[in-house]
C-alpha cells in the first residue's frame, strides 16, 4: 500500500497481532431464556417437555436457559437444575435427587385429593384422572394435567366437562389436550345425551331398511 508505505501484513503485525487475545476456552454456545413458575409436580415447561427441579423449592419463579443440547433452571441466579434437552412434546425428565420425601408436597396434594375432587364432578372424570395419573411413572408427574382437566369445570362448568371426559372415553381420548379439544370444539355437546333425545326420527320409508335389517 504505497500511499501507507507498508504492506497488509507488516501492518498486521505491527498494530492487529499484538491486540489479539486468545479464543475462549468453550466456544459461545446460544441460548433463549424463559422464565417460569414451578408446578406442583416439582417440574418447569419449556416447549412442552418438563424438567424436575428440587421439589422444596416450589412454588418459586425461575428462569430456564434452553441451549442446543441442555436445559438449566436458575433461582436468583443459581443454577439449581440441569438437564439434557429433550424434544418430544409431553415428556417429563425427573431426576430423583428432585423428589419430594416426607415433604408438606405430599400432605397439601395426593392421587386420592385428585380422585375424590374428580368424583364430585362425576364418574367419567374420576375415570379420566385416574387414567392420567396411572399413565406416568410417577404419579406427581401427572398433577399439573388433573388441575388442568379439573379446571376445565370452571371455564366451562362440571356438566360440560363430565360430557367431554364421558366423550373421551367412548374414543379412547385420555390426555388432557384431548379433553381440551373435545370442550373447545362442543363435542361434549352434540352427542350428550339431552341433544340425542332432540334429534328428529327419521322419516317412514319402504327405502328405509332399519336396525332389523342388519340382525
Known amino acids: 500500500m504505497e500511499h501507507l508505505g507498508k504492506s497488509r501484513k507488516e501492518l498486521y503485525e505491527l498494530v ?11 466456544p459461545y454456545e446460544f441460548a433463549l431464556w424463559k422464565k417460569a413458575k414451578i408446578g406442583i409436580d416439582y417440574h418447569v415447561e419449556y416447549e412442552e417437555v418438563y424438567y424436575s427441579v428440587p421439589s422444596h423449592l416450589y412454588p418459586a419463579d425461575v428462569l430456564i436457559r434452553a441451549a442446543e443440547k441442555t436445559i438449566e433452571v436458575f433461582l436468583n441466579g443459581q443454577r439449581v437444575a440441569l438437564h439434557p434437552r429433550v424434544h418430544h412434546p409431553g415428556a417429563h425428565c425427573t431426576l430423583p435427587e428432585h423428589m419430594p420425601s416426607n415433604h408438606r408436597f405430599y400432605g397439601e396434594w395426593s392421587p386420592e385429593r385428585f380422585v375424590r375432587w374428580a368424583e364430585k ?20 408427574q401427572a398433577y399439573r394435567a388433573c388441575l388442568g382437566i379439573l379446571g376445565f369445570a370452571r371455564k366451562f362448568t362440571p356438566g360440560r366437562l363430565e360430557s367431554a371426559c364421558r366423550y373421551a372415553l367412548a374414543n379412547e381420548i385420555q390426555s388432557y389436550r384431548g379433553i381440551k379439544n373435545i370442550l373447545l370444539n362442543h363435542l361434549d355437546q352434540e352427542t350428550s345425551p339431552d341433544n340425542l333425545a ?4 327419521p322419516l317412514a320409508h319402504p327405502n328405509i331398511r332399519g336396525k332389523d335389517y342388519y340382525n
Do not use: C, F
Request: no cysteine; hydrophobic share 35%; glycine share 2%.
Open 16 to 26: 492487529d497481532r499484538p491486540a489479539l487475545k486468545p479464543l475462549p476456552l468453550i
Open 121 to 140: 364432578i362425576g364418574p367419567e372424570t374420576a375415570q379420566i384422572v385416574q387414567i392420567e395419573l396411572k399413565s406416568r411413572p410417577h404419579p406427581e
Open 198 to 201: 332432540q334429534l328428529p326420527l
